[in-house]
């Protein structure tokens, strides 16, 4: 038998967590009839391990974030989310926690300050870091707690996470179900460590490994190391030894475990050793036991049988992309423009910085995270002067962890923080990937909750500077429902695009291209104003020819319409790339009949062939030749000069023009 220290807790504590730790494991049981009877999908089985997901949220205060995972019944129990809904979400139904969207505990609660996960497991460590950091920004007394597994701490994710709550002093608690397997993987071949205790030194913090099969524990170390958190402003990790009693989902089996795993385990479970001490103590009597039994699954049978009452998904198109992104509720004192208004003449790089320091000025909600950009100013010197004007804790330095940052964004974002992120050159954000189009662009679709964070895109080619620190990789990112692509192509319309960009409740990739950085001048209007996101702008009229562009192609259009007098161009900057403005686009299908897409993105998969495809099947009827698209070879971007231009889409353009207007 187990061994249970209440410490001070009442009689009524204990009882209640005897309550709450009952309730998954009924509701579990009553799952796997269901699962059985193919009234449930799929199941991920906590039975075994509710001690853990139970004894932390009990210790938590309700308003405090928890970002939990596939086992973690527990959480949502405990923060007594109605099990009717819970049903409804287990059965796809509209009425569930996602609209039919999502599966399982892939979801999340506002309401109940429970963040849902997606898939990759880890990225839940990086969204505790940035809800701690708006606690910390807030000086609140909270905390943050993420769950992970014992596979999921060989992630990236994990050693990022982990990292910057260190270095950043966050008050988040990091929780380890150290369970035993990752699906069929023994920890023996997941990782060398013997405890996470020694992990979590090496990020410079506090641990301590726990029974995680004994409520009491777990809930006695959560309130200490939550106290702790608060006190110190450090984050702790919590290693809570368990085992997974039942297969990694239900149809995966348990095969791989040795057999006398389970019999050892089933020594050491947490429902029946607590139920036991309870007697034993005799706070609890069989008939209590019985009584409590009986309420619960009363509650449980009543919650399953309207649960599955759930009238059958209406379908419908338009509300399904409706839900992509969150409404924009407009500022009335923002002012929009076109951005071709009057204005000083600046270079582009010092209109992006003006529109920050004035949405900085604006919200002071407002973060700005990315490396090098307080003291140093940023790589190419956009945030000069910031950290000076509004403090570090708001223009922060961050280590090298793009993944982690992006994550920390997210977690702002749930505290009712925006966030401006600076990628240092946009080839970077290849590791940062995964919490924006998996996390930051779902997250709306999937649970209603919104990522109102913007990521500055150093970008493009043209500066010698090689394969990884000159790539145009906007059509990544226009593929990904949920995000908002922005690329502007002059000083006014950086400034403007950038603070509708932060104005913006959704995550925006904002591409600034860093040969226009200092070559491009132009009026700056000196108000806050914005350039409404999905609206395009004419550059000139014309009449032979329309280029459809964007960034520098631009410049590159303009420049060949000054040198080639004998062709009218009519030229359109689509300014924003995700949503594509195909009003605009159409006008200048009709203007000419004759279409170029320029861009300096490679040709395979660029943004000019979805444009093309819309062009021939709703424009065909104002063409009077074949859409073209002029863009860069299908090649990494080199590094010498000469095999650079050779790259580039300008080294076509005459060439391509010339072809169109011939045809
Ligand atoms: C990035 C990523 N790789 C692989 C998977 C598939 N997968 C889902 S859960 C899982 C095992 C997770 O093990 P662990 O973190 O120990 O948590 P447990 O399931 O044991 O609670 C794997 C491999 C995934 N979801 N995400």
């Not at 099969?213 to 190391?225: A, S």
Request: hydrophobic content about 40%.
């Amino acid at each position: 038998m187990m061994l249970f220290d209440r410490k001070d807790l009442k009689d009524d504590d204990l009882l209640k967590l005897y309550r709450q730790i009952l309730l998954p494991r009924m509701i579990e049981e009553k799952m796997l009839v269901l699962l059985r009877q193919g009234k449930v999908s799929k199941w991920f089985s906590g039975i075994g391990q509710e001690a853990i997901a139970v004894g932390v949220t009990a210790a938590m205060q309700q308003d405090e974030w928890i970002m939990p995972l596939h086992r973690n019944l527990g959480v949502f129990t405990t923060r007594e989310m109605p099990l009717v809904k819970l049903m409804k979400q287990w059965q796809g139904s509209y009425d569930g926690y996602s609209k039919g969207r999502e599966r399982s505990f892939h979801f999340g609660s506002s309401e109940h300050f429970i963040c849902g996960m997606i898939s990759h497991l880890g990225p839940q460590l990086s969204v505790a870091d940035g809800v701690a950091l708006a606690y910390s920004l807030k000086q609140e007394n909270k905390v943050a707690v993420a769950f992970t597994g014992d596979g999921g701490t060989s992630e990236g994710e994990f050693h990022e996470a982990l990292n910057l709550a260190a270095v950043w002093n966050l008050p988040v608690i990091f929780i380890v179900e150290n369970n035993g397997y990752a699906l069929s993987t023994p920890v023996s071949e997941q990782f060398k460590n013997d405890s996470f205790v020694d992990k979590a030194k090496g990020y410079g913090i506090d641990a301590v490994r726990i029974n995680g099969n004994d409520i009491l524990k777990v809930y006695d170390t959560i309130k200490g190391v939550r106290d702790y958190c608060i006190s110190t402003r450090q984050p702790y990790l919590i290693d809570c030894t368990t085992f997974r009693m039942r297969g990694h989902e239900e149809a995966s089996g348990t095969k791989y475990v040795p057999s006398y795993l389970f019999d050892i385990w089933k020594e050491k479970d947490p429902v029946e050793n607590y139920e036991n001490y309870l007697l034993s103590i005799g706070l609890l009597s069989k008939d209590l036991i019985e009584e409590i039994r009986r309420e619960l699954k009363s509650y449980i049978d009543d919650s399953v049988e309207d649960g599955l009452k759930s009238d059958p998904i209406v379908v419908n198109s338009s509300n399904e992309l409706a839900d992509v992104y969150a409404p924009q509720v407009w500022d009335s004192e923002l002012n929009y423009y076109e951005g071709t208004e009057p204005g000083k003449e600046k270079r582009f790089i010092e209109a992006l910085s003006e529109g920050l320091d004035q949405a900085l000025e604006r919200h002071s909600n407002l973060v700005i995270m990315g490396q090098d950009i307080a003291e140093y100013g940023g790589a190419f010197k956009v945030t000069q002067g910031l950290a000076e004007k509004y403090g570090k804790s708001r223009i922060r330095n961050t280590p090298l962890c793009e993944s982690a940052v992006v994550g920390a964004a997210l977690g702002l974002s749930l505290e009712n923080y925006k966030s401006v992120m600076e990628m240092q050159f946009a080839d970077f954000v290849s590791v940062g990937f995964n919490q924006i189009v998996n996390n930051l662009a779902k997250i709306h679709y999937r649970w209603g909750q919104n990522a109102d964070v913007v990521i500055r895109m150093p970008t493009g080619a043209g500066v010698g500077a090689g394969p990884f620190h000159s790539q145009s990789n906007e059509a990544w990112f226009t593929h990904v429902a949920g995000l908002k692509v922005v690329y502007p192509s002059t000083p006014a319309e950086a400034k403007g695009l950038l603070i509708a960009a932060i104005e913006d409740p959704n995550p925006v990739m904002f591409f600034e291209h860093k040969a226009l950085y200092r070559s491009v001048s132009g009026p700056v209007p000196e108000e806050y104003y914005a350039i409404e996101i999905g609206k395009a702008r004419v550059v000139e009229e014309g009449e032979d020819i329309s280029i459809i562009t964007y960034g520098a192609g631009v410049h590159w259009a303009k420049e060949l319409a000054a040198k080639r007098k004998d062709i009218s161009f009519h030229i359109l900057d689509l300014r924003t790339l995700s949503p594509l403005d195909f009003e605009a686009i159409k006008q200048a299908v009709k203007s000419t009949g004759k279409v170029l897409i320029l861009h300096e993105d490679t040709l395979f998969g660029g943004i000019g062939g979805t444009i093309s495809a819309w062009i021939t099947e709703n424009c065909f009827e104002l063409l009077d030749g074949p859409v073209m698209r002029c863009a860069s070879l299908d090649t990494p971007v080199p590094f010498n000069i000469e095999l650079e231009k050779n790259f580039l889409a300008k080294s076509r353009l005459e060439e391509m023009v010339d072809k169109l207007v011939k045809y």
